[in-house]
């Protein structure tokens, strides 16, 4: 049987940046593909033949794997095996069988070769691309020894200015390896006077352009112990030393940087994240009010919850305060909505409310006034508020009360349990009518009482785990009525109220919630 000569096939091309000029080169397979082996130069690779003969030849055998060499699915399999996209057994076969028959899988000193099937094989490592920034990269020791190491798990682009290294330098760029010494920045060659000017001004350059790329600095022995250790402390990941350079050196320096800036950055966005977290959590607590009861036999406690997850405000607010003729206000209010917004808009709330009461102001007169701040304030015009505003006399023993479409106070005295207050004559909410009014409603209050002022997210939980009627104001004054009737008071009775609603209503509260305690006798 006469011999057949296989034609000779194209040679894959490199990959190419079309932005690059005649002096920056691309070496390697693109990310996408596999690696391809490094071909002596001149030499073309054969093809599988075009007109396979009838039997196999002489160089047709398999090969140490078990594999033939014109097989392109290369598991060892026969070409009648593959007339069908099935097994025998009615599966159908993995996508590995449909590869690409130009597909061929190197060896390398990290990816030695084995005898086992190629689905057995450990993954090789991931190609990364490094990108070199040397006056003459093209007889540059370091594209040598890159090229000589077999496997190609590094692919490397190549610039000789900072001016390619800019078009070269895309988010496909894992890691830049940089020669210290090229010329500064603007400069075509470098100091004749090294003191005259900063040694390091290419790295500084390299770091502003490519601050989240991983960086190597390239150095000659002569100054490595100089040089190298300030590249690092400037910004570097590393430095390497050019006349001791190897493949397998330069490989896993390349990964170690890779892997470092990584963790540098990732640590950076945390320790930047826990910054921005403890600021706004101290710009919320600063938000939240400090009562003033100066000189008042009152008790005060209080408990906030916002409903938003991680939030520290939410769109309930409320304040105390005492005035010079001995009178204490207090109020609590809930803006409608759960967002940052609401809660900007209940802070400004609380502050109008605290200085118009400072300034005198109080009943219809103060809720007017303070309607027309919320007006203007809010950014949508469907925005409102409500809220309980308390005004209790000078000697404690009596009280006014204005709502605006808020739940009613609770009032507990001894022998006497705890009901709400009446509410009939309830105005609405801030920002509903343009002319509304609220009316003041005058009561007694007595020696001793408790004064629970609360917002609807207290009282909207579930009955029964999540799964029962709403709580509203009667249960919760059940509740209240309870912990009062086993001698709680102050702070301990807000906490186990609001742990017993957090029960029934099998667990958290969706709403914002805001509950304060004045306590007299």
């Excluded at 000569?5 to 920056?24: F, K």
Aim: aromatic content about 2%; overall charge negative.
């Amino acid at each position: 049987m006469p011999m057949h000569i296989p034609r000779p096939r194209a040679v894959p091309s490199v990959e190419s940046d079309p932005a690059a000029d005649s002096g920056a080169w691309t070496y390697g397979a693109p990310a996408e593909e596999a690696p391809r082996p490094r071909e002596a130069a001149g030499a073309v690779p054969p093809a599988a033949p075009a007109n396979p003969p009838a039997g196999p030849s002489a160089g047709d055998g398999p090969t140490d794997d078990g594999t033939r060499p014109d097989d392109p699915h290369h598991d060892g399999t026969r070409p009648d095996d593959q007339r069908d996209d099935r097994h025998r057994d009615g599966t159908r076969r993995g996508t590995a069988h449909h590869a690409d028959p130009r597909h061929e899988e190197h060896t390398s000193p990290e990816n030695p070769a084995s005898s086992a099937p190629a689905a057995e094989k450990a993954p090789a490592p991931a190609q990364l691309t490094l990108l070199l920034i040397e006056a003459d990269p093209g007889g540059s020791a370091v594209m040598s020894e890159l090229l000589d190491s077999g496997g190609r798990s590094v692919r490397v682009r190549t610039a000789r200015n900072l001016t390619e290294a800019e078009r070269l330098l895309t988010d496909d760029v894992n890691c830049i390896l940089l020669d210290l010494d090229l010329p500064a920045p603007g400069r075509t060659a470098p100091s004749e006077d090294g003191t005259a000017e900063d040694e390091l001004a290419v790295l500084k350059h390299v770091l502003r352009i490519a601050p989240r790329h991983a960086v190597l600095a390239l150095t000659s022995s002569g100054d490595a112990e100089r040089r190298g250790p300030e590249a690092v402390r400037v910004g570097a990941q590393d430095y390497l030393v050019r006349d001791e350079l190897d493949g397998r050196l330069l490989r896993r320096a390349v990964r170690y940087a890779v892997e470092r800036k990584r963790s540098d950055t990732a640590e950076r966005r945390l320790t930047e994240s826990r910054m921005r977290a403890q600021e706004n959590a101290r710009l919320e607590r600063g938000l939240l009010p400090t009562p003033i009861l100066d000189g008042s036999p009152l008790r005060f406690a209080a408990r906030y919850r916002p409903g938003r997850s991680r939030a520290l405000l939410g769109g309930d607010f409320y304040d105390t305060v005492r005035t010079p003729d001995g009178a204490v206000h207090v109020m609590i209010g809930d803006v409608a909505g759960h967002g940052p917004d609401e809660a900007a808009l209940g802070v400004e709330l609380r502050i109008a409310w605290r200085a118009l009461t400072l300034a005198g102001l109080s009943g219809d007169d103060l809720l007017t006034t303070l309607q027309k701040v919320l007006e203007h304030e809010r950014h949508s015009e469907e925005t409102f508020a409500t809220l309980c505003q308390v005004d209790i006399a000078p000697d404690g023993r009596s009280a006014g009360v204005c709502l605006a479409g808020h739940p009613p106070p609770l009032i507990a005295r001894p022998g006497e349990g705890a009901h709400l207050l009446p509410y009939e004559e309830n105005g609405p909410a801030l920002g509903l009518l343009p002319d509304a009014r609220w009316p003041r409603n005058e009561m007694w209050l007595g020696d001793a009482w408790s004064l629970m002022l609360y917002t609807d997210g207290l009282i909207e939980g579930r009955d029964g785990g999540g799964q029962g009627e709403r709580l509203g104001e009667d249960g919760m004054a059940d509740l209240v009525r309870h912990h009062l009737a086993a001698g709680l008071s102050g702070e301990p009775l807000l906490r186990e109220t609001l742990a017993e609603v957090r029960s029934l209503n099998g667990g958290e509260l969706t709403d914002d919630v805001a509950v304060l305690l004045l306590e007299r006798g």
